[in-house]
């Protein structure tokens, strides 16, 4: 009761608010950015003849015999055939127009976003691994490898290691916008998830280990079947929250160009004026990315919850 | 079977060192049962790991069925494919059903095809008492029966040797008894056993041969009729007159 009496009250805030800087709300101009409908006219090829037209229901066949003999097919939408037959056509004559839905920025820019986000979690998680792994090797050298990785990534912001790589090594190793972004969000995740993994590792009680070595398990067959897969579950949460991280993180790839979903936003605004409705909108669609991971998160916990 | 030779391991922290198995000795045949007893911290423990290479030794030898463990090139894993041990905490694998357990490491480390394995497995759990518990995960099953499990998942390795590492001790009273029967029936058997334990009446009871530890020494052994009645040494009666 208390939360919804809240809830309103900051609604009829936000209201009028808006109220008081005279803004116009323009949500109906959202919609097509995510979703648009373009038609696209069918042109007469060369000069000729409409040798015959062919209803099917929606779609129509248009034959037309070509002026230097052959014939042409084309096909277009039923309610815009432009042409009878019999009629004779000049080249770039227009015989029709075929309607098709494209997808907007918005959808590509989520897209791309996602598919940033996927890319440099799968690199973030196996760097993750390895560093986490070397964090607590006996190794000397291994050790100091993965510190030096963690403490550096983890004392730098994200900005600048996206301007370094994607300006120095991007540079020297001749790489991609969309490469040098997917690697430093990847390295920038490496660093954290390799945090979470060593201290998963360790929370393992120590008999679990001496039970699995004292059946003649090698020290990688115990870690594969005995250590990791419970420190796996133990990581769930906090490995959650780092990918979700991930994804709001992304972001930043704007500043090099890469149109993920902030940048498309962006770019949406000055076509469309309605600065509030898209950003609303962007902020709305990073919600529904995080919470939809935090509910596949959820659903692996209980899943993995089976053996408590 | 296993020859210990002055065998000596120090641990040292926090300043201090302290040596916790002292100059021990030992022989244990084929099919011999024996019983390590003494007070907390005596070293019986520590005695006992080093016997499949949980624990590195400092001095001395240990052969286990012609395996020297102090020998760099001796593969300690298939040293403990061959030495059975079970923990005072279980240790089961909590991710894993009880038939898994069991299975696990006769697929990853003796190579058998699941089948057998599970074969295997359900055979053990029979001897073991706990058939019908198979598919169920060690956190449903009370102590007794993860201790059971835990034997099962040694045996399934088809030790030469079976180490017991305090098997009773972490156990309600009624429980007890239960795991005891089948150490008693595997003593019976004819595996060869070292077992460190409080149980006084299982070493009278099944043990061919009885040894002593206090600080880190082995200080007495002998067959358990004689060590029982008339114990050698003044400390060895001492613990006696505590715990009997």
């Known amino acids: 009761m208390l939360l919804a009496l809240i809830l309103v009250l900051f609604a009829a805030g936000m209201w009028g608010a808006t109220k008081r800087i005279d803004y116009s709300w323009r949500w109906q101009r959202v919609p097509q950015y995510f979703f648009y409908h373009s038609q696209d006219a069918v042109k007469a090829p060369a000069d000729a003849t409409v040798a015959s037209i062919v209803r ?30 019999g009629a004779e056509l000049f080249e770039g004559d227009t015989v029709g127009s075929v309607g098709s839905w494209h997808f907007g920025p918005l959808t590509r820019g989520l897209w791309v976003t996602i598919y940033l986000s996927f890319l440099s979690g799968i690199l973030g998680l196996a760097l993750g691994l390895v560093t986490g792994l070397c964090r607590i090797s006996r190794n000397f050298t291994l ?113 090099i160009a890469i149109t993920d979903l902030t940048k498309s936003g962006r770019e949406v605004i000055t076509s469309s004026f309605a600065t509030f409705e898209v950003w609303f909108t962007v902020a709305a669609l990073y919600l529904v990315v995080t919470s939809l991971l935090s509910q596949l998160v959820f659903y692996l916990e209980r899943r993995l919850a089976i053996s408590d | 079977m296993i020859k210990a030779r002055n065998v000596e391991k120090i641990f040292t922290g926090r300043g201090q060192v302290v040596r916790a ?54 593969d300690l894993n298939r040293v403990r494919a061959e030495v059975g041990m079970v923990f005072q905490q279980f240790n089961l694998f909590p991710h894993k059903t009880v038939l898994e357990n069991i299975t696990l490491a006769q697929q990853v480390v003796r190579r058998r095809d699941r089948a057998a394995a599970e074969e295997k497995a359900r055979k053990l759990l029979k001897k073991v008492g706990i058939a019908e518990k198979e598919s169920e995960y060690p956190s449903r099953l009370s102590g007794g029966q993860q201790q059971r499990v835990a034997i099962a998942r ?91």
């Open chain 1, 56 to 85: 099917k229901q929606d779609r129509t066949t248009v034959v037309l015999a070509l002026e230097n003999a052959g014939r042409e097919e084309l096909h277009v939408d039923s309610d815009t055939v432009a042409v009878t037959a």
């Open chain 1, 143 to 255: 050790r100091g490898l993965a510190s030096l990785y963690v403490e550096l990534i983890r004392g730098t912001p994200l900005l600048v290691q996206i301007f370094i790589f994607y300006f120095f090594i991007g540079t020297v190793l001749d790489l991609s916008r969309m490469v040098a972004g997917i690697g430093a969000l990847g390295i920038f995740a490496g660093a954290y998830i390799a945090e979470i993994i060593r201290a998963g590792i360790q929370s393992i009680p120590r008999g679990q280990t001496e039970a699995a070595r004292s059946l003649g398990m090698s020290k990688t067959q115990t870690m594969v079947h005995i250590i990791l897969p419970q420190a796996f579950k133990r990581t769930l949460p906090p490995m959650a929250g780092q990918f979700i991280s991930l994804v709001k993180d992304s972001s930043l790839v704007s500043v």
């Open chain 2, 21 to 74: 198995v002292d100059d021990v000795s030992t022989d244990v045949r084929k099919g011999e049962v024996v019983v390590i007893i003494g007070p907390s911290g005596s070293g019986k423990s520590t005695f006992l790991r080093c016997l499949n290479g949980l624990e590195t030794f400092d001095a001395g030898h240990i052969e286990i069925d012609g395996m020297d463990l102090a020998d760099r090139k001796t």
């Open chain 2, 154 to 244: 040694a045996l399934a390795m088809d030790p030469k040797i079976m180490l017991f590492d305090e098997p009773t001790s972490a156990l309600d009273p009624e429980m007890v008894g239960e795991v005891l029967d089948v150490m008693k029936q595997l003593a019976r058997e004819g595996m060869t056993m070292v077992v460190v334990t409080h149980e006084m009446g299982f070493a009278r009871e099944v043990a061919d041969r009885v040894l002593f530890m206090d600080s880190g020494k082995l200080l007495e052994e002998g067959d358990p009729e004689h060590f029982f009645t008339s114990p050698r040494e003044d400390r060895t009666k001492l613990f006696l007159s505590q715990v009997l």
